[in-house]
């Protein structure tokens, strides 16, 4: 591949994966069954892609890619330029070409690119890693848009981090001595990146039972507040049935603990003022699951909104939330159902210098730079807030 017998494109991404390689003093490249690419829609990312596609190159393994926005929905409402249409259409066409699954979904992990137990992979997107390595127990390094689409292309990785035993173990010991009572309290959990620190960390003290929603989100805001590739829960995640497994039998580096105030405290750092009256509410960093979804059709169930919602899920969600009509319901109260789409798109002008409410503080820090800002609550306090205008106080 490198000396070109597969075309230029295949070279270019073998180039670059050996690069990588090298530079982590890699000794070797094996090969993967699995691909999860977070395109971004962006110039340089758009570039990157028909660099490769007039290369000749094309996907050995279809990779499932992340969200940009939905073109059909956005278009006919009149909410985005020609240009920004048109960027997203070259997004789709580039990878279409590539042989991608056009998904357009950052949760692939739960529903269409679940890998089983040791399985190498090639997953980028700051949520998708952590819970393949730490949930599923699969092996990933935490890929960029670019390291992930070369992999997908040539079928290989360089092996090196969390593909090899010895980096897979614990570094930090982080007792949770908070209540872990609700989905909501693992985004902010995720959230104590700085005060967890660099390494591996290994959580004790949280309940026996921890639905997906939770790891999903505990994965997403661990990667806003800080790098993490995986992370261990002691007798719940496949690697760490004791604590002395976790950590590999070493003394961990670092010994850290997680109060109710630690989450106050990161709460209100990452939260706008809850007394501003809200403009909207947005859900879906990362898209919700269709029992979210269900949660908020039976909350919304014969009630107006007093403001818009936006719930951003997978085509796969939207599909099923049709054919159990919980969209009828959702849009009877005013709030729309969204596919394909991610916060930190260009799509959401109109929403510019308005304040918004999420219970994602990944929501809240990235699309800051397009001057959307959030409060941030627990689901059914948003919920709440769309319907009355305003933040519970103390919610
Ligand atoms: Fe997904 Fe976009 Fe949030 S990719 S996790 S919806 S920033």
Redesign the pocket.
């Known amino acids: 591949m490198l000396d070109g017998k597969h075309g230029k494109g295949v070279a270019y991404a073998m180039k670059i994966q050996v690069a990588i390689g090298e530079s982590f003093d890699a000794k070797r490249m094996v090969p993967i069954t699995r691909a999860h690419v977070?395109l971004s829609n962006q110039e340089a990312d758009i570039w990157f892609a028909e660099k490769l596609l007039e290369g000749g190159a094309r996907c050995r393994i279809a990779p499932t890619v992340?969200?940009g926005f939905s073109l059909s929905y956005f278009k006919s409402r009149g909410l985005v330029s020609l240009e920004n249409a048109a960027m997203m259409q070259r997004t789709h066409d580039a990878y279409q070409k590539l042989g991608a699954v056009l998904s357009y979904?950052?949760?692939p992990y739960v529903m269409t690119n679940v890998p089983r137990f040791g399985e190498i992979v090639a997953f980028s997107?700051?949520?998708a890693t952590p819970y393949i390595n730490s949930v599923w127990g699969a092996r990933s390094n935490r890929e960029g848009a670019n390291s992930a689409l070369c992999a997908a292309i040539t079928g290989f990785v360089p092996e090196y981090g969390l593909l090899l035993d010895e980096n897979r173990f614990g570094d930090i010991l982080v007792e949770v001595q908070a209540t872990m009572d609700s989905d909501f309290k693992y985004h902010l959990l995720g959230y104590m990146g700085k005060k967890i620190g660099e390494g591996i960390p290994v959580f004790t003290g949280l309940p026996d039972h921890i639905g997906s929603e939770a790891l999903t989100n505990l994965g997403?805001q661990l990667n806003t507040s800080g790098a993490y590739g995986m992370y261990h829960i002691v007798g719940f995640t496949p690697e760490a049935p004791t604590l002395e497994a976790a950590f590999g039998g070493r003394e961990p580096a670092r010994r850290v603990v997680i109060t109710d105030k630690d989450l106050d405290e990161i709460l209100e750092e990452i939260s706008l003022d809850g007394r501003k009256p809200v403009d909207y509410a947005m859900f879906?960093?990362?898209?919700y699951t269709l029992d979210q979804v269900r949660h908020i059709a039976g909350r919304l169930e014969n009630k107006i909104l007093k403001r818009p919602m936006y719930i951003?899920v997978s085509s796969h969600v939207l599909e099923m939330a049709e054919r159990m009509a919980l969209t009828a319901i959702l849009e009877k109260a005013g709030a729309e159902l969204i596919a394909d789409?991610?916060?930190?798109?260009p799509c959401w002008e109109h929403l510019r210098g308005k304040t918004g409410i999420t219970d994602?503080p990944?929501?809240a820090y990235?699309?800051k730079r397009r001057g959307m800002e959030f409060i941030v609550r627990d689901l059914d306090s948003c919920i709440d807030a769309a319907l009355t205008g305003e933040v519970r106080q103390n919610g």
């Open positions: 977070a992340n969200p979904n950052c949760t997107e700051s949520s997403a879906g960093c990362p898209h951003l789409t991610c916060p930190d798109q994602s990944k929501m990235y699309p």
